[in-house]
């Protein structure tokens, strides 16, 4: 910078700061800067957000609002084993705007927002208002392990509430431990109602209070220790209850769960706590892999064929621009060890800093458990562990663990501080410990910048197949310049909708948002399909004519008003049917074949009409109802294509 | 008997500190000489180790070639060491045992020797011997010949020359100036990892033997020692013209390959090997089938866990003593060179993984982790200045002595375990069935001297690889003239994958169309040409089968070439080994010999199998 324009700035930055800053009172000038990063965090998380767009789970929520499924019954389901009543609230506010990402982004940016003022407030509570407080709070902001709820909605109505719930009854309960009123206690069992509400995972939000109140209310011999906790005894029986009502709620819901294998066990929690989790604490991965650039050479590395990849390895590959966390084995090797050297540099200097280890570390444990049962024995361990997505509360629950270390807990029984002879008398220089902070951030932001990109690729088919197609769709819908398109309802691509989640894997539900514009449907005329790139081409029933040439010269068979025609028989499978006719004016007729017995219209001349069959048959009744008498030349039975493919 | 013990416990009492340490040192070098013992005497010899058998029976062992080049290496001490066991007697494992163990003794000697030159008889030296006597690292080494005759005179004389080297640098004696050097001619007599001494040498006198800052210590170290690097320089200029004349070179490394080599050895392989890892090991599915060789295959979990635990010691260390650093910086250049050596000579050739994944390349890192471990824990005698206890204290740490041994325990155990995974498939007859090969060939060709064709032995012998050391001829040349291989005869047999004598066929179609003489096929009665199915320019075996009416010869002849072959009377095969490529095969019976050729066949021998039911 010239001395020209220096010489301003350097005048404004000297007035802010002896003006403004000096003057105001430390408190106003800690609120200004928290939200100050909040404010930042949110500009760059609100970036992430608004290049994203839906994907995979999200389809299904608006396709279950459009088509009208959401009763209050839905509320309740469970949704590939989580229970998320709040989460489904959250999609009926703005499922109504159908697959209009700005609407869906506003949500998430505002579910966000609730997140950070959250773990400000928590801090502010819990330590008070004090400089220190930025420390965490800006981990918190920073860290890429929950970059996932800023560019994927599913995964933000989830686990955006349930930090806002964990933030929410931590700051309460510390509150009610710290002052004894019952309605502290009250606020707490909300949050935690908010929490299980909407993320499994929030069911630790009660062991994790229950610690809280072990490790820094309590003290003495084990004895005095439980006389001490019997005494908020009004707390611990209304998170009982919540406790035990969620889990029976759960229960009540589940289907049976995915098969899984022991031997991903051990891989489930190394590459959880070491690959994700330590890398993530400080600013990791760096480096990412994308799901849909094949998970084969994780697979390969690991001696444990994953359950799902025994059946069809095609599932395993869904259109998602999910990353795993793919940090080389030197970089993990050194996060370890920097983590373990800051860990020993803390014990050797300071007293009673590492208690939050008694809640961290059996956290991270039973959520890499957690994983291993609920994703990792079925997909692979070299899959599921390398998700952040699983991880993303360990980030919130360590800005409060982080916290601990560098300050007391108001009102707590046991306070870190320097110890009288340290163990360890080195004081790292400043520059290191900035130098490190520094470190940690710039690993963060482009560890989340890594991440988003792929998100906000609309036309890559590679990172994101499922944007890509949909686009084209999209594209395709508004060049027809139609009101309303018409296409048979057959199943997606498997990368664009996996037989898992059927029906949903079919433009019905799917796309079922997109009516008026797209139809799907079983029975129609000229139907058209859309093919593997989300375009819209005209259908084809595939094979030659099953039924003989007809004997009416010049019309084949004639239906007037009523004609059977054999066909070769059919097996019992679903099928598609395409009858090729001349028609002497609108009408409609009824086809029956096999268990299908369908009202179909027909147009004046030469069309084609599509309908789904079921069943095994090997004659086709054609009824006219309209008196229109109608020439059909060819039946075809099979399976139905785009008629570009077909040349 | 309480008398014994009294007398012995009064005897140990009187016995000074110093003395407590080398018998304690007696002892334990006895335990591992024991341990590995164990590890030889079940083993036996493996791949290149029959190269050099080969060349030591048939006199090729003459004083040029121990200066030729074997692989990469030159290794004429190595050589020397095969030829002193090949003239034993015939696959005399006895004799390398026995080497081997000479070899090792010598080997810890020097270490022993070493640390007591560097620290004196203390008993923290201890457990850096420990260290090099008990971790896993060294031990593939010893049950291998071949690695062997490289690695553990490298050894000896690397840890010797140390020792060498820091009397000279404390008292300047000469005659310690002339052992060093010799010393480091031996190393690198013995193996090319000798080249690394130097690094050692250097970084030993400017860290502990000279004054000064950074810049000063060198310029000190250089002026003040100049006598010894001269002698070091004009030994390693000798040894790289001799080098760089000989060995043929391996072309310029990938970097890519080589800094994932780097990455992969140092982080896997080396770091839990220091704790007595790997624990764990595999055959990486390596070429050649199924061998006795393992790889490192720990854990990720225990790779990390490992790193954490060398880090917070290191971390101790440093806190804890004043110039710790050192050994760690002396290390880490040592272990960093022989890795990147390791990506350079070896990786390009056999793959990132099993270059840095096998943890016979580092075996010389024993000591320098046992030098290492001395040098940052105790002082060293006479230097400038080394390892002290910082005052005013850093870290104020009091680990019980408990811990420490229970530490030590643990890794004791786990180095036991992992030389015990390590020695098993040596141990192993399927593993390696050389032995039982070898037995069963001599003995099938003692009971009946018959001529055999020059093939490959099997695989599981001598893979593909070691041409032409596989053939019979050379890999079964210590057995003497029991073995006479041909390359034409009469229903020949051959040594099946048991060493038992098989005839000899070629699983493949005829290469001839059926003769147009029905009952006869080819009815030879004087030189005739037959076509048969083009045949390429390669080293194959042509078999006819033929019904002679007349015992006779005819010759053969095909692409490069033509031999006379006899003619027994009856139905019989005639072998031919052929070179060139040909579309026709020339018969030409002597005078009075007629046969009908009933079909030919071009291609590789094979034990015919089943033929257990017809004899």
Redesign the interface.
Known sequence: MSAVTDAPVRRLAGRVRDGALRRWPRGRVVTAVALTLIAAHLLFRGWMTAGSWFMWDDYIFIGQVTLGMDDFGWLFHSHFSLFMPVSFLLVKSVAWAGLDWPVVATQMIVLQALAALACWWMLRVVFGNRARILVPLAFYLVTPMTVASSVWWSVAINQLPHHVALFGAIAAHVTYARTGRVRWAIVATLFVVLGVGSYLKAALIVPVLLGISVVWFTRGPWRTRLRTLAASWPAWLMYAAVTIGYAVAWWSVQTGAAPRQRCELPSAMSTSVLDTVVTGVLGGPWSWRLWTGGIDPFVAASDCVPQVYRGSPDLVVGGAPQSLTDAPLLLVLVATLVLAAMVFYVWGRRHDALRAAWILVPYVLVSALLVYAGRAGTFGSQVSAREVRYFSDVAALLAFGLGTVIMPIRGALHRPGPRADPYLRLRLPRPVLVGLAGAVVVGSVGSSVAYTLPWHDRWDSTAFPERTFVNNLLDDLDRRDERSTSVVDVPLPPVIGNPVIAPFNRPSHKMASLAPRLKAVSAGTDLGIIDDDGRIQLARVTGGSRAEPGPVEGCGYLVNPEETIDVSPVLDLPFWMQVDYLSSMDGTVVVTAGDTSVRVPVEEGLHSMFLATEGTFSEVTIRSETGAAVCVDTIRVGDVEPVEDAR | MSRLTGRLRRTWAALSTGERVVLAAWAMIAAQLVLRGWAVAGSWFYADDFIFLGKVARGEATTEWLFEPHNIHLMPLGLWLTKLVGSVGAFSWGAAAVEILVLQLLASLACWWMLRTFFGDRPGVLVPLGAFLFLPMSFPTVVWWAAVVNQLPHQAALYACLAAHVIYLRERRRWALVMATVLFALALGSYTKGLLVPVLLVLVAVLYFAEGGLLRRPWRALVGYWQAWTAYGVVAAGYLAVYLTTVPGTGRPDPKVLAETV?LSL??SLAPSILGGPWVWSSLNQVGGVGPRLFVDT???L??LS??VL??LA?VVV?RRRRAWFALLVLAVYALASAVLVGAGRAGDFGVASASLELRYFADLSGVVALCLGLATLPVRGAVGSSEPRT??????HVERRWVAAGLAVVLAGSLWSSWTYARPWHDAVQMPQEQWVANASEALTEEPVDIPDTTVPDTVLWGAGFPGNLVSRLLSPLGDRVRVVDSGTDLRMLDAEGHLRPAAIADLPRTKPGPDGQCGYSITESTEIEIVPVLDFDFWLTISYLAGQDGRMTVSAGRTEVEVPVERGLHTAYVRTQGAYDSVTITPDEGTTLCVDNMNVGFLTPLAGSEEEQ
């Open positions: 990455d982080t896997t854990p990720t979990s790779v990390a790193w954490l880090g917070m971390l806190l005013p204290v850093v870290l104020d740490l």
